[in-house]
């Protein structure tokens, strides 16, 4: 993509399925952003990537979301 006076721009954003829908969010973010954008909290949700569970939530800083990753996001529901 070129910006007005023939200075290219890097793609900014990228693609990503999340619960089924597809989602754009700035390249380079992290699922802990991400979660942060949905106001979710990651003590409070199961998060599968790309089909695997994620079980160490410490990790959701580091994991760099990428063009074409699916993601599902469960919600815990309390009740009695």
Request: no cysteine; hydrophobic share 45%; glycine share 12%.
């Amino acid at each position: 993509m070129a910006a007005a006076g023939g200075t290219e721009v890097a793609e900014r954003e990228i693609a990503l399925t999340v619960n089924g829908g597809e989602r754009r969010i700035p390249a380079g973010w992290t699922l802990a952003d991400l979660l942060a954008s949905l106001d979710l909290d990651a003590r409070t949700i199961v998060v599968e990537h790309n089909g695997t569970i994620l079980r160490d939530r410490s990790s959701f800083a580091s994991l760099e979301l990428t063009s074409d990753d699916s993601l599902e996001i469960v919600h815990f529901v309390g009740g009695g």
